[in-house]
């Protein structure tokens, strides 16, 4: 009769059962991680998990259309006045469109009525809403460059080099900026005035010398926040294993800023510029509404709602219409922005 082995050897903890091929069951069971994306398609898969974000991603789209796409087939143009439409209200005629009308002409509708000079308020709104994207946008790429750029440059070379440029930021702050617009208004009028002349640069005279000195000033002053951004992000990111292995394979300084650095924070970078999009749309129709904005008959938000102020008893539509504008555009950038936070900031990932 054979013998039991003995409970503590190794034959006696040997099970043959162990052995068997798993099932589907158990090998499902035992995938526990998820599919490997990359950076962009991840942060593209939660963006569009934000419901906030993407609605406003929407109206976004929406008033770029409205702004940019629609005045190339609208009847009307933004400056031109219409003899006894003066003060329409919105969806009316005048008795001279009326007659036409009777005369089987189609007369198209003042859907957000006209203005005091007889001029169709929805075109204006429209062009208005198109400036204001437009100096957003351009303002937000001349911060996005020179705050990263400075910022980054403060960061990678430390040392009295950061100090005077972080000192320099600081200093920069304590200019008025609006003093500095009218400055620069009263100072370039005269050579920009010489130099729309000049075949190629007409549409200088278009924006006027007010909006070049915004961007001006754009250049000069609003791009501190950002190059506080960037320079944080490069300080954290400069003594990583791969920007020391860059430097020992000899590339340059510019190269590990652009290709290393600056490349992975870019997410923060989006994000930041996005933010700053309603910032400059705000400043903009602030100074416009002061009448600091583009030169006249070119439209913006903030200078039809300065211009409506006077009649706000008797027409306030004219002020309804581009302050409900305004802070359609201002809020959606805002919550979008929020929406790409969630979406690509590392620190917001559960």
């Not at 951004?229 to 020391?244: A, C, G, H, N, P």
């Amino acid at each position: 009769m054979k013998e039991n082995p003995n409970p503590l050897s190794f034959q006696a903890r040997i099970n043959p059962d162990d052995f068997l091929p798993a099932s589907a069951q158990e090998k499902e069971s035992l995938v526990v991680m998820r599919e490997s994306v990359s950076f962009w398609k991840d942060g593209l898969r939660r963006l569009l998990k934000n419901k906030v974000a993407m609605v406003s991603l929407v109206v976004v789209v929406i008033i770029m259309i409205f702004a940019f796409i629609v005045p190339s087939f609208y009847p009307y143009t933004y400056k031109e006045q219409i003899r006894g439409s003066e003060n329409l209200a919105p969806m009316q005629y005048s008795e001279e469109e009326l007659e036409r009308m009777d005369a089987g002409e189609k007369v198209f509708p003042h859907v957000m009525g006209t203005d005091k000079l007889g001029r169709d308020y929805a075109i204006r709104v429209m062009m208005g809403a198109r400036i204001s994207l437009v100096v957003g946008l351009v303002a937000a790429v001349i911060i996005f460059i020179i705050g990263s750029a400075f910022g980054s440059i403060a960061a990678f070379f430390g040392g009295w080099v950061d100090i005077f440029m972080m000192r320099l930021v600081d200093i920069m702050y304590t200019i008025p900026d609006i003093l500095l617009i009218v400055l620069l208004s009263f100072a370039l009028k005269d050579p920009l005035e010489k130099l729309s002349m000049t075949p190629g640069f007409g549409w200088i005279q278009v924006l006027g010398a007010n909006l070049i000195s915004i961007f001006i000033v754009f250049a000069l002053l609003y791009w501190g926040g950002m190059a506080r951004m960037v320079r944080s992000q490069i300080l954290t990111l400069k003594e990583s294993e791969y920007v020391t292995a860059a430097r020992a394979l000899g590339a340059s300084n510019v190269r590990i800023i652009k290709k290393h650095l600056l490349t992975n924070c870019i997410g923060t970078l989006i994000v930041t510029t996005t933010l700053q999009i309603p910032s400059s749309i705000f400043t903009e129709s602030f100074l416009s509404f002061l009448g600091l904005g583009v030169a006249v008959p070119m439209p913006s938000l903030g200078s039809l709602a300065g211009e409506a102020i006077n009649g706000l008893n008797t027409y306030p539509y004219l002020l309804f219409i581009p302050a409900v504008t305004i802070s359609l555009i201002i809020l959606s950038f805002n919550l979008l922005g929020d929406g790409l936070r969630d979406a690509f900031d590392p620190k917001m990932k559960n």
